[in-house]
C-alpha cells in the first residue's frame, strides 16, 4: 500500500465529485450516467436519502477531501507498519454516514472489512471502487455479510444494539458507539440569518443525524414566532411521506394527551426537557441563568455529540450551520478513531 497515492486518489475523488455535481444531466458521460444512477438506486433503496441530501453530502465531503486537509488531519497520527484487519459495522441513517470510518481505517495502512447498513448499501462501494481507480489500485478493502477474521472493530447503532455489539465483542480491539443527538443554545440576539442557518443543523437530513439539533435552549423572554418564521425555507419536508407520516402521528399523540405544542404545520416545538425529541419535533426549555443549561450539558455530555451556539456563550460549540460541517478531526462519540487505530 502506497500512503502517497491513497491521498492523491482521495484528491482525484473529491474532483471528479464536484465536476459530476456541476455537470447539467444533459451533457453527462457514460461515466456520469452510472454516478447519477447510483443516487437514484440509493434513494429507492432508502427514500430518507433524497437526492438532494446525498448531493449535499457528497458536496460536503468533496470540499473536505483537499491535499492540505488531507496530509494535516494525518499528521498528528502515526501510521501503521504493521496493517491489520479492521472490522467496520456501519450506520445507515445519513448518507455516507459511515465514509468517515472507511478512509480512517485505509489512511490508517489497515485493511477495512465492511459489513454495510442494509439503508445504505450503494455509494460506498461505488465510492470506494473509484477511488481505488483513483489510486492505482492501493485501496484495500473488503465487503463482508459477517464479520470473522478481524484485529479489532468500530461499530455504531442504537443504544439497545450497543448492548449486543459491546458483549459480542467483549475480548475484542473495538470502539462501539451508542445513540447521540445534538442542541442548540440561543442568546436572545440571534440575527435572523443566523436562526435560518439553525434550521438547516434542525432539518438537514430530515433530523435523523446525530448532529442534528432536537433540544434547544432560549432565554425567558424569547418569542417562539421568531424560530418559526426562520424553518420557513424547510416546509417542504412536510412534502416527503416518511417525515409526514411521523408529523402526523406525533402531532395526533399531543392532541389525544392534551399535551401543550406549537405546531406550524410541518414541524412542532415542545416545551419538554428530554434531550431527544421524535422525528418532526423540536423539544425546547426556557432559561433564566445560563448555569442552568450548562449543568444540563454536564449532565448529559455523553448524549450529546454537537452543541451549536455563539462563541461568546462560552460553551464548546460549533456555528450555526456548522452541524453537518464536521472536519476530518471531528470524531463521532468524541472517540479518536485515528488515535485508536495508530495504537492497534
Avoid at 82 to 87: D, L, N, S, T
Avoid at 121 to 127: A, D, E, G, S
Wanted: charged content about 25%; overall charge negative.
Amino acid at each position: 500500500m502506497n500512503v502517497e497515492k491513497q491521498i492523491s486518489g482521495l484528491c482525484k475523488l473529491s474532483i471528479y465529485i464536484k465536476e459530476f455535481l456541476k455537470k447539467n444531466p444533459d451533457n453527462f458521460n457514460e461515466d456520469d450516467m452510472n454516478f447519477s444512477a447510483v443516487l437514484r438506486k440509493s434513494e429507492i433503496e432508502n427514500s430518507w436519502f433524497t437526492i438532494e441530501n446525498q448531493k449535499f453530502a457528497l458536496n460536503q465531503w468533496a470540499d473536505l477531501l483537499t491535499e492540505n486537509n488531507i496530509k494535516k488531519w494525518l499528521s498528528k497520527y502515526q501510521v501503521s507498519k504493521f496493517p491489520k484487519k479492521v472490522g467496520l459495522i456501519l450506520a445507515g441513517n445519513i448518507p455516507m454516514v459511515g465514509f468517515h470510518d472507511v478512509i480512517s481505517v485505509i489512511l490508517s495502512q489497515h485493511i477495512p472489512k465492511i459489513k454495510l447498513s442494509s439503508k445504505d448499501k450503494t455509494m460506498l462501494p461505488f465510492l470506494l471502487n473509484k477511488w481505488n481507480e483513483f489510486s492505482e489500485g492501493n485501496i484495500p478493502f473488503e465487503f463482508v455479510e459477517r464479520l470473522t477474521d478481524f484485529d479489532a472493530v468500530i461499530a455504531t447503532g442504537s443504544n439497545n444494539t450497543a448492548r449486543y455489539l459491546e458483549y459480542y465483542f467483549k475480548d475484542s480491539l473495538s470502539i462501539i458507539r451508542k445513540n447521540r443527538t445534538s442542541v442548540a443554545i440561543l442568546k436572545g440576539d440571534e440575527t435572523e440569518a443566523e436562526l435560518q442557518l439553525l434550521a438547516e443543523d434542525i432539518f438537514r437530513y430530515f433530523g435523523l443525524g446525530c448532529r442534528n439539533v432536537t433540544r434547544i435552549f432560549i432565554p425567558q423572554d424569547f418569542l417562539i414566532d421568531q424560530i418559526f418564521e426562520s424553518f420557513l425555507n424547510f416546509k417542504d419536508v412536510i412534502n416527503h411521506h416518511k417525515y409526514a407520516n411521523n408529523y402526523e402521528y406525533n402531532r395526533a399523540i399531543y392532541l389525544l394527551n392534551a399535551e401543550r405544542f406549537w405546531d406550524n404545520n410541518f414541524v412542532m416545538l415542545k416545551e419538554d426537557d428530554a434531550l431527544f425529541s421524535p422525528l418532526s419535533v423540536l423539544n425546547f426549555s426556557r432559561y433564566s441563568d445560563i448555569n442552568e443549561v450548562q449543568s444540563f450539558i454536564n449532565e448529559n455530555k455523553n448524549d450529546i455529540q454537537a452543541i451549536v451556539a455563539k462563541p461568546e456563550l462560552g460553551f464548546d460549540s460549533i456555528n450555526f450551520g456548522e452541524a453537518q460541517n464536521p472536519g476530518l478531526d471531528t470524531y463521532a462519540d468524541d472517540v479518536d478513531t485515528m488515535e485508536f487505530l495508530s495504537l492497534i
